[in-house]
C-alpha cells in the first residue's frame, strides 16, 4: 500500500507543485456514515424536542478512552478537544493565548502576589480553588484532588500519564481543602499550566484513589476513562458506546454557569469521507480535533450554503536535520543546511499545500502569538534564490557535472535522503515538493513514505538519515523537547523529543534560561536570542505554519478554530444555536 502512495506522489513531485494536491475523496462523498453498533447498550440521541438545544459533534477516529494520553497513538485525531467537552483545570487558555481562571479563582502572577520567587532560586505558587467548583457528582472539587492528581503524574509505574515536569517540584500540598501550594526547586515559566490539560488535568480522588492504590497494572481498565468518566467541565457524560458515540448533556453546575446548549452528542466518525457526508447533509455541527485535511475542507466550504471555515494557525512543518552520524556528513554543516532553505520556493509551498491561509515559517514563534513581532527582528531569512544556494553549495566543494547534479571530488553524486510518516496528508506532499525543489538545483534526494505502523517505532524514527519532515507543534513550551537531555540515543533506548538530535552547549543554556525567567520582558529577550539561534543555525527549518480548519455550521455560533495552545472545547459553554 504505501510504496504505491510513494511511487504515486513521486509521480506528482516531478510536475509543478500544484499537482501536490490530491483530491480522492469526492468520489466517496456519497458513502453513508457508519451505523451504530449492535449488540451494545444504550443507542444514539433522540430527536430533541423543540426547547431542546441540541448539536452533533464529530470526532474523527475510534478513541476508547474519553482522556486523550492513554489513548492508543491512531484511534482519534485529537481527543484534547473531546476531553475538554466534559473538563477543565485550574486555568485555561483562550483563543488569544492568554491564561485565565477556571476551576481556580485567579491565575498565579507576581502581580497578585501568588507566585513568589525567592532568592535561592526556589519559587511558590498558590491556587484558590472556587467554591463553585464541583465534579459531575455533585463532589466539591478540592486542593486534596489536586495532590492525589500530582502523585498519579509522578507515578514511574504510570509512563502514559507521568509528566517530567514534576520532577522541577519540591512539593505540592493542601493547607485547606481549597489552597494549593506547589514549591518548586527552581523558576519554571509554564508553573502556571499546572493542573491543565498542558501539565494533566485534576483527577478525582473520591473514585481514582482506591484503584490506583490496590492494583496499578489495572489502573487504566477502570471505568473512569470511558464509559463512567466524571469531569468538572460544561458538559457531563451521559453514556458512551465504544465504536459509535458519547452523550453529553449541560452541567448545571458548571463553574462558570449553565452552558447555553442542553444536549451534545459526539460521533466517533473512522473515516473523513462520512465525516465530509455528515458535514454536507447537516447532521453534524462542528468537527472537533484535527479530522479533514485542508484540501477537503477548502472543498467542503465551496459547496456547504450552511456552514463555515474557520482556520487557525496551530504546529508548523518543519525539516529536521540528522546531526548525530548524518549521511551524507555535510548535512551537519550549517552552511550546506543554509544553501538548501534558499533552495526552496516556501511561498509557493504555503499557497499551495495550505492554499495560501498560512504563510512561511521563518520565525518559530507563530504570527499569532504576541511575541512574534518582537523576536521577529531578530530572525534570519533565507529567499528563495536557486543561484544563491548553489554558489552556496560550490563553496562546499562540489562541482555541478553535465547533467546539472552536483558531485564530490571523488566523483560521488551528491545525496541526501528525506522521511515523512503518512500519518497526515501535508507531511508527504511537502517531501515530494522540497525534493524537486532539490533536485532542480541540483542535489539527488532519496525520498521514503514512513508507513504509520514505523511511526511508532522510536529508534527507526531517530535514526533517519539526512531529513525528516514533520508536523509539530510551535509552542513555546514545546521547545523543552529539543534540549541535548531530551536526544533520543541506543544508551536511553531512544526516548526523547529531540527529533533532529542536537546538541549544543549554547543552545541548552539558552532553553534553560528562557524556562526560568518569569519575568516577561526579559523572558521574551530570551525567546528572541532561541528564535535567533534557530534561524542562524537551523537545527530546525521551518517550512510553513500548518492552517488547521474546523468546519462550523452556520446555526452553531461562538465556536472557533483550534488555535496556539487553544482547542475548540475551551469555549463550549459559551456555544450557542440559532
Known amino acids: 500500500m504505501f510504496n504505491g502512495l510513494n511511487r504515486e506522489m513521486k509521480k506528482s513531485a516531478r510536475t509543478p507543485v500544484g499537482l501536490l494536491v490530491l483530491v480522492g475523496w469526492l468520489a466517496a462523498l456519497g458513502c453513508a456514515a457508519p451505523a451504530a453498533p449492535t449488540g451494545q447498550q444504550g443507542s444514539a440521541a433522540q430527536p430533541a424536542t423543540a426547547q431542546t438545544k441540541h448539536i452533533t459533534v464529530a470526532v474523527l477516529g475510534d478513541p476508547p478512552f474519553i482522556y486523550t494520553k492513554i489513548n492508543p497513538r491512531g484511534t482519534v485525531g ?69 495532590v492525589f492528581t500530582a502523585k498519579v503524574v509522578q507515578d514511574r509505574d504510570l509512563p502514559l500519564l507521568r509528566e517530567r515536569v514534576y520532577d522541577l517540584i519540591e512539593s505540592i500540598e493542601a ?88 444536549q451534545m452528542e459526539v460521533k466517533f466518525i473512522p473515516d473523513s469521507n462520512p465525516l465530509i457526508t455528515s458535514l454536507l447533509a447537516g447532521t453534524v455541527d462542528i468537527a472537533v480535533g484535527r479530522n ?18 474557520d482556520i487557525g494557525l496551530k504546529s508548523w512543518h518543519v525539516l529536521y536535520p540528522q546531526f548525530v552520524n548524518p549521511n551524507p556528513e555535510v548535512v551537519a554543516d550549517v552552511r550546506f543546511r543554509r544553501a538548501l532553505l534558499h533552495g526552496i520556493d ?78 497526515l496528508d501535508i507531511p508527504p506532499k511537502a517531501m515530494f515538493a522540497v525534493a524537486d525543489y532539490w533536485r532542480r538545483m541540483g542535489v539527488e534526494v532519496e525520498t521514503s513514505v514512513v508507513p504509520i505502523q514505523l511511526s511508532t517505532n522510536r529508534e527507526h524514527m531517530s535514526t533517519f538519515s539526512s531529513f525528516q519532515v514533520s508536523q509539530n507543534p510551535d509552542s513555546k513550551a ?64 521551518g517550512l ?20 496556539h495552545e487553544s482547542g475548540q472545547g475551551r469555549n463550549v459553554h459559551e456555544w450557542e444555536v440559532k
Open 175 to 262: 493547607p485547606d481543602s481549597r489552597t494549593v501550594v506547589s514549591t518548586w526547586k527552581q523558576p519554571y515559566i509554564e508553573a502556571d499550566a499546572l493542573f491543565t490539560y498542558a501539565l494533566a488535568l485534576p483527577f478525582p480522588k473520591h473514585l481514582l484513589e482506591a484503584a490506583h492504590n490496590e492494583d496499578k497494572a489495572t489502573f487504566f481498565d477502570h471505568p473512569y476513562w470511558n464509559t463512567e468518566f466524571v469531569g468538572a467541565g460544561a458538559f457531563r457524560l451521559k453514556e458512551f458506546v465504544r465504536s459509535s458515540h458519547m452523550l453529553l448533556e449541560a452541567n448545571p453546575d458548571y463553574v462558570l454557569g449553565r452552558p447555553k446548549i442542553d
Open 78 to 146: 485529537s481527543a484534547d478537544d473531546m476531553v475538554d467537552l466534559l473538563h477543565v483545570g485550574l486555568t485555561h487558555v483562550d483563543r488569544a493565548g492568554v491564561r485565565g481562571p477556571r476551576l481556580a479563582s485567579e491565575v498565579p502572577t507576581a502581580e497578585n502576589g501568588l507566585w513568589q520567587i525567592f532568592p535561592d532560586g526556589r519559587m511558590q505558587l498558590t491556587w484558590k480553588i472556587d467554591p463553585k467548583a464541583h465534579w459531575h457528582d455533585g463532589t466539591p472539587v478540592t486542593a486534596e484532588d489536586m
Open 478 to 541: 514545546y521547545l523543552t523537547n529539543f534540549h541535548s537531555s531530551n536526544t533520543p540515543l541506543p544508551s536511553n533506548n531512544f526516548v526523547g523529543g529531540n527529533s533532529p538530535r542536537y546538541q549544543n552547549a549554547q543552545w541548552d543554556s539558552l532553553l534553560e534560561r528562557y524556562f526560568t525567567t518569569v519575568p516577561i520582558r526579559e523572558r521574551t529577550e530570551v525567546l528572541s536570542q532561541i528564535v535567533a539561534h534557530i534561524s542562524d543555525q537551523l537545527p530546525l527549518m
Open 292 to 309: 479533514i485535511s485542508l484540501d477537503q475542507a477548502v472543498q467542503v466550504r465551496d459547496q456547504w450554503r450552511n456552514g463555515r471555515m
Open 544 to 563: 510553513f505554519y500548518n492552517a488547521e480548519p474546523t468546519m462550523i455550521n452556520n446555526r452553531l455560533q461562538n465556536a472557533w478554530a483550534r488555535a
Open 346 to 423: 516556501r511561498e509557493q509551498l504555503a499557497e499551495t499545500l495550505v492554499a495560501g491561509f498560512s504563510s512561511v515559517a521563518h520565525n518559530y514563534v507563530n504570527p499569532q502569538e504576541t511575541e512574534h513581532q518582537e523576536t521577529d527582528r531578530n530572525v534570519a531569512r533565507y529567499e528563495y534564490d536557486v543561484r544563491k544556494a548553489q554558489q552556496m553549495i560550490e563553496e562546499l566543494g562540489y562541482q555541478r557535472g553535465a547533467d546539472g547534479m552536483f558531485r564530490g571530488g571523488s566523483g560521488q553524486p551528491l545525496t541526501v535522503s528525506m522521511d515523512a510518516t503518512g500519518a
